[in-house]
């Protein structure tokens, strides 16, 4: 396998280890320094709102500036946050680092990164091989995300365990973070120049907006719709999940690691098993088909009326969750020009991350009312659905160059 590919995997294990083993304490955390729930929502927005703005100056200018520098340029702003939430307790400063640097509340991706490396593996690999590469992509990002999630969890609570404060368990799990995007620019420092876009893509003298010329008007279009995607799918990141199940269950840290340990498992064997259904019946029907059930199923979670119901739901919800991830990355990489790749990817990854900027708030506004803990989950079930119909009528007959 060539060696890009390899650290490309490896670059995508790592941070998605260290965006699960953040995301488990990064509400209690904020909650532990005194930040009501209203706040908490509106950090995690702001971090989102400056993720966007931050990647796609990157990502639509990557093949220019180059792919390698951007993906170091992401991991410098990734340690730098994680060292700033450990430094201070001052709301600004954070409100700053949230809007300058890379943190995902989410334990999904975020930054620049996923959209340079998609470029890159789409231009070292064969059309053939892209859905398949892109689903294993996303299971050692979702295993990775497990693990990380099980061991940010239970580092924080065995350390309580021991007599540590909790807020200083919490800074603990910080300090991994932010050396886990130390050890990425070393990563990043070790790809070759094959990862970058062509010379002539480069040089392409054609009119271009944010990166884009040809396919302007298909990843526009794709956009707005992921952009509702996410907006639901922020209502329920998976920090705030994880503090709903300690308001409504009285569950501590390492529990909620578990959980999401078991959570990101299954959604990383969802991915895989995209690829043969995509085969059988096409990217955009894997899509949608398999997204309907799963929101149906984020809509059963608050329904549920013990423990252990609530977790039997999250599990089969997150058994097929992730099957539209790598079919939707693949798609976007298959209907745009070659060199538009990583502007593509870029664009479609910042409408997402605006559309989910808002919603994190929305939701610690929800949770501060007892009454309406549940919300943000039926909200998002309810509009994920109608993306899933929109994304249906207006993309069915458009294929893809191996599906036609």
């Not at 093949?63 to 991991?75: P, W």
């Not at 021991?162 to 368990?169: C, D, E, K, T, Y």
């Not at 929101?295 to 059963?300: A, E, Q, Y």
């Not at 501060?368 to 079930?381: E, R, T």
Request: with cysteine; net charge positive; glycine share 10%.
């Amino acid at each position: 396998m060539d060696r890009n590919v390899i650290i490309l995997f490896s670059a995508r294990i790592l941070r998605l280890f260290c965006y699960g083993f953040l995301s488990v304490i990064l509400a209690l955390y904020f909650a532990r320094l005194g930040l009501p729930e209203g706040q908490i929502g509106l950090l995690f927005s702001l971090t989102l709102v400056g993720d966007a703005g931050i990647s796609l100056w990157l990502t639509t200018s990557a093949d220019r500036f180059g792919r390698k520098r951007t993906l170091i340029v992401g991991a410098l702003l990734m340690a730098g946050a994680g060292v700033v939430f450990i430094v201070t307790h001052n709301v600004l400063l954070l409100l700053a680092a949230a809007i300058i640097g890379v943190i995902s509340p989410s334990g999904n991706e975020i930054g620049p990164f996923l959209s340079v490396e998609q470029a890159a593996l789409a231009q070292l690999l064969p059309n053939e091989k892209r859905t398949q590469s892109f689903a294993w992509y996303n299971l050692v990002g979702s295993f990775a995300t497990a693990v990380g999630a099980l061991s940010g969890g239970w580092l924080a609570h065995v350390l309580q365990l021991r007599g540590m404060p909790a807020l200083a368990a919490y800074r603990t799990v910080l300090m991994g973070y932010a050396l886990g995007g130390l050890i990425l620019v070393i990563l990043f420092l070790l790809l070759s120049r094959d990862v970058e876009a062509a010379a002539a893509a480069q040089t392409n003298p054609t009119p271009r907006v944010l990166g884009l010329h040809r396919s302007r008007g298909v990843v526009i279009r794709l956009s707005g719709l992921f952009a509702l995607d996410a907006f639901a799918g922020g209502l329920v990141v998976q920090a705030m999940i994880a503090y709903w199940f300690h308001v409504k269950f009285g569950i501590d840290a390492g529990v909620i690691g578990s959980i999401f340990f078991g959570a990101n498992m299954l959604a990383g064997i969802s991915a895989l098993l995209a690829v043969r259904l995509a085969n059988r019946i096409g990217l955009i029907n894997t899509m949608v088909f398999t997204h309907i059930p799963s929101n149906l199923l984020l809509i059963l979670v608050p329904v549920m009326p013990t423990l252990p119901l609530a977790i039997t739901v999250l599990l089969l919800r997150f058994s097929i969750s992730q099957m539209d991830v790598p079919t939707r990355q693949s798609y976007t990489m298959a209907v745009v020009s070659p060199d538009e790749r990583s502007a593509a990817s870029g664009v479609t990854s910042i409408a997402r991350s605006l559309g989910a900027a808002i919603s994190p708030s929305l939701t610690g506004l929800f949770f501060g009312v007892p009454a309406l803990l549940s919300v943000p989950f039926y909200l998002a079930g309810g509009l994920k659905i109608v993306y899933d119909v929109l994304l249906y009528r207006g993309f069915r007959t458009m294929k893809p160059p191996e599906e036609t």
